[in-house]
Every structure is written in C-alpha cells, then in structure tokens.
C-alpha cells in the first residue's frame, strides 16, 4: 500500500468535514443557465425577480437545484485542498445514492460545500468506491441541498498500478 494511500484512508477514517469558500450564484447565472439547458424555462420563480418578490412565501428568484448540484466539482475541489491530493485523473464520479433539495437558495445568497467522507470500499481489483455526505448550506447554516456523492478511485490514483 502506497503512503499516498494510507495517508488518504487515514484522512478518510477521521471523519473530519471540509468547507470551501463562500460563493453565490447571481441572477445572470440563473437566466443563462435556464436558456442554455431549459431548466426553468417560463418559470417565474426563476426568472422574473419583481414577481417572485411579490409572490408570498419567495422574496426573490431562487436558484435552480440542478444548478446548485453543477457547483458542487468546483466547491468539492475547493473543500478538498486540506486533504491528501490523489490523481484527479483516477477519481471518476459514480453518482449519488441520495440527492436531495431540502430548502431553497434565494438568488445572491452566500453558499457553501461542507464535505465528509462516509464510507470507503475496497474493491478487489485495487480500487475503492468512496461515499462522501455533501451538503450545500447558505450563510445561516440552513442545507439546501443534501447528498451522497460516489467517487470511483482507481488504483492510479494513488500512484500505484
């Protein structure tokens, strides 16, 4: 077993949490990303920031879900920095197990990631399947987004063959 290996099992098994930085996502980001994959297309609650201020309830646009999730590589990334560094290269996203929006992100609004590894599966073939609890949260501590996020690491990454 590489020392790149234990040293990331061991950073793993503490089950310490990451943070990235604070970001926000802005109205323009909203809009583009609605025209470019149709996410939110018509939808007010997205898109017209004077009636979604007026509706009860809202008090603004708020960021679509699967935005919130196309952030998360990045501020992932971020979060990571304190941890031993594998080759990114063999970390390939296997999906989630869960994924869920459990409040909404008002547009502007300051997020971040806070990421803890779960679960870490050796496979028999050299690689393992990491289990990380990622969750998005605004300012105020509240979650808008939930989940657990698989990473496959291939041997490679670790340096090993």
């Known amino acids: 077993m590489s020392t790149l290996r234990s040293d990331f099992e061991a ?9 990235s930085d604070w970001h ?4 323009q980001m909203v809009d583009e990303y609605a025209a470019l994959t149709g996410d ?3 939808e007010w ?4 920031p004077q009636r979604a201020t007026q509706e009860p309830g809202y008090g603004g646009t708020i960021v679509q879900g699967f935005l919130q999730v196309s952030h998360l590589i990045k501020l992932h990334a971020e979060a990571m920095k304190a941890r031993p560094a594998i080759d990114k290269n063999f970390a390939l996203n296997y999906g989630f197990d869960r994924l869920r929006f459990v409040s ?6 300051k997020f971040r990631a806070r990421v803890g590894a779960r679960e870490l599966v ?5 690689g393992c399947l990491l289990k990380q609890q ?3 949260e605004l300012e105020d501590g509240r979650p808008t987004l939930v989940a657990e996020w698989l990473f ?3 041997a490679r990454a670790f340096g090993e063959e």
């Open 24 to 27: 926000l996502i802005t109205q």
């Open 104 to 109: 909404q992100m008002p547009v502007g609004a």
């Open 122 to 126: 050796h496979k028999p073939n050299g």
């Open 152 to 154: 496959y690491l291939d």
């Open 11 to 19: 950073a793993v098994l503490t089950d310490q949490e990451y943070l």
């Open 45 to 48: 609650v997205h898109l017209d």
């Open 134 to 136: 990622v969750q998005l």
């Open 40 to 42: 939110g297309e018509g």
